[in-house]
């Protein structure tokens, strides 16, 4: 299958920083990107759709300019997370589209302190 | 997308088959089942699609009723490897056209000695 990277696996921040993360096709280019979120067992939620040289669309409830998206590249979308809250700890996953299948990234563990 | 409904938990021995029930009633003529899983802290790993055929691959085999509104994937002989949460996702795909998967609570499969 298709290989979808994401980097860091985990980071560490403080409340009040920056967090970016990254969601690279190794083996395909992608034009269409999504993010996720994962709270402690609960499912996957869909937090927004990453189209390659294009505004993102957002799911409702997700805050656009805290949740950043870059689709620059056909193989790199990237989730910031301005002004990380604890409340924002969670398990973020990409996944990268090769229709008709997606293929996720390894995901993105992050914890605010 | 079509709703699918699935038994939160299932345990299943070693060196069996895991039979994983899905019902999707209101699933329409031109929505693919599609299966995916999660390991633990694992980005999510396709497994099988099929829109009213059986499919098999060399992970497992969907059985999907002639009505549709019901599958099952088989898994014929789990391993400890296989325990994690089973999604079944019900979408409407054409080749070239990416779109989004919403994720239900799943069934953990949990595989034993």
């Known amino acids: 299958g298709a290989v979808v990277s994401q980097h860091p696996s985990w980071v560490i921040c403080k409340s009040g920083t920056s967090v970016k993360i990254e969601c690279r096709s190794l083996d395909f280019q992608a034009t269409t990107m999504f993010w996720y979120r994962q709270f402690p067992k609960q499912s996957l939620m869909l937090m927004a759709t990453?189209?390659?040289?294009?505004?993102?669309?957002?799911e409702q409830g997700v805050e656009k300019d805290k949740f950043l998206i870059n689709h620059a590249s056909l193989t790199l979308s990237t989730l910031t997370v301005t002004s990380a809250h604890p409340e924002d700890s969670s398990f973020y996953i990409c996944?990268?589209?090769?229709?008709?299948?997606?293929?996720f990234g390894q995901g993105t563990r992050l914890t605010v302190v | 997308d079509a709703k699918t409904t699935q038994p939160p938990s299932m345990d299943c021995a070693e060196g069996r088959a895991a039979n994983l029930p899905c019902n999707h009633s209101t699933i329409s003529g031109n929505e693919y089942v599609y299966w995916y899983r999660q390991i633990h802290s694992q980005g999510p790993q396709y497994i099988i699609h099929?829109?009213?055929n059986n499919e098999t691959n060399e992970m497992a085999s969907l059985i999907i009723t002639e009505d549709r509104k019901s599958s099952t994937l088989i898994l014929p002989h789990a391993t400890l490897r296989d325990t994690a949460v089973y999604y079944c996702i019900v979408r409407f795909s054409i080749t070239g056209t990416a779109s989004k998967l919403t994720f239900g609570t799943g069934t953990r499969l949990q595989v034993t000695l």
């Open positions: 099929g829109l009213k």
């Open positions: 990453s189209n390659e040289g294009s505004k993102a669309t957002y």
């Open positions: 996944s990268a589209s090769r229709p008709p299948e997606a293929f």
